[in-house]
């Protein structure tokens, strides 16, 4: 195994496409994970990390929508769903990128 800490910083970043395409956050870190987690040194940990968080995100993003027009309360929460998706990628990969651990905020463990 060797370590590539860019590699993981990329699995983190690429969270972020999910504002461009709508999908790609899940797809990318997810192919990613599958063929190099047994290659890359802690990519198994982060990997798993990150499509927990995206899952939980979908999962929480499901739930606001009937809020939106049950209380119009669900605007408010996708918004920081909206917040929470863009700034934790970008701390994590800083984290990766100084070797610790990624820590989502609100992840469900789907993937353990």
Wanted: charged residues 10%; neutral net charge.
């Amino acid at each position: 195994m060797r370590k590539d800490n860019q590699l993981i910083v990329i699995a983190h970043l690429s969270q972020l496409l999910d504002f461009i395409t709508g999908f790609g956050g899940l797809i990318v870190p997810l192919v990613l994970w599958l063929t190099q987690k047994d290659r890359v040194w802690e990519m198994d940990e982060h990997g798993k990390s990150i499509l927990n968080f995206q899952i939980s995100l979908f999962i929480y993003s499901l739930v606001c929508i009937p809020l939106i027009f049950a209380l119009g309360l669900g605007l408010v929460g996708l918004f920081i769903i909206c917040v929470i998706a863009v700034v934790f990628p970008v701390v994590n990969a800083i984290r990766a990128s100084n070797g610790e651990s990624p820590k989502y905020p609100l992840s469900l463990n789907f993937i353990s």
